[in-house]
């Protein structure tokens, strides 16, 4: 027989499942991003269980991810009064309109509800100034005006809702 025609599983011709990639730096985490990922552990350890398979293989990936990240957590210091840092909730102009954000640790990070990651565009121009500071911001001087900041209080960051 060809061996074109050999077929021995169809395990040798799936795509490879890489692992999740880890992101660079360190793992800055505030109290919430910490008690998230706690959670998301104990979550997918009871899934894991539960499964066989390649579902469980699927979420077996998830889980090395998390403990990694859980391992490697670093409970970041409170931002410095008056100054924009990790851990900061910050209220600002820009291009007209008012916004607060957090700024957060990569996996605590949802744009959506308004929880920035430390490492993205907009987190970076922010960290370091004051309110009143006018920063620099997408090619543009000035485009944000700093309005308030603050460190997120305890209360806030200690919920593990993600």
């Given amino acids: 027989m060809s061996v074109a025609f050999r077929r021995e599983s169809d395990d040798e ?3 490879p499942r890489f692992e999740l990639p880890i992101p660079p730096g360190p793992n800055l985490v505030t ?32 889980l090395r991810y998390w403990r990694t990240r859980l391992a490697t957590a670093q409970l970041a210091p409170p931002p410095p009064p008056g100054e924009v840092g990790f851990g900061s909730r910050v209220r600002f102009r820009l291009g007209g309109k008012i916004r607060t954000v957090d700024i957060v640790g990569d996996d605590e990070a949802e744009p959506a509800a308004d929880r920035l990651s430390f490492s993205s565009p907009l987190a970076r121009a ?9 920063v620099d911001f ?25």
């Fill in 13 to 15: 011709h799936k795509e």
């Fill in 126 to 134: 922010l960290i370091g100034a004051g309110a009143g500071d006018l």
């Fill in 31 to 62: 109290a919430r991003g910490f008690a998230f990922t706690q959670a998301k552990v104990e979550q997918l350890e009871a899934e894991v269980a539960s499964l066989e398979g390649e579902a469980a293989e699927a979420v077996r990936r998830d």
């Fill in 138 to 162: 997408g090619g543009r001087l000035d485009a944000i005006e700093l309005l308030a900041t603050e460190a997120i209080a305890q209360a806030d960051s200690s919920s593990a809702s993600g």
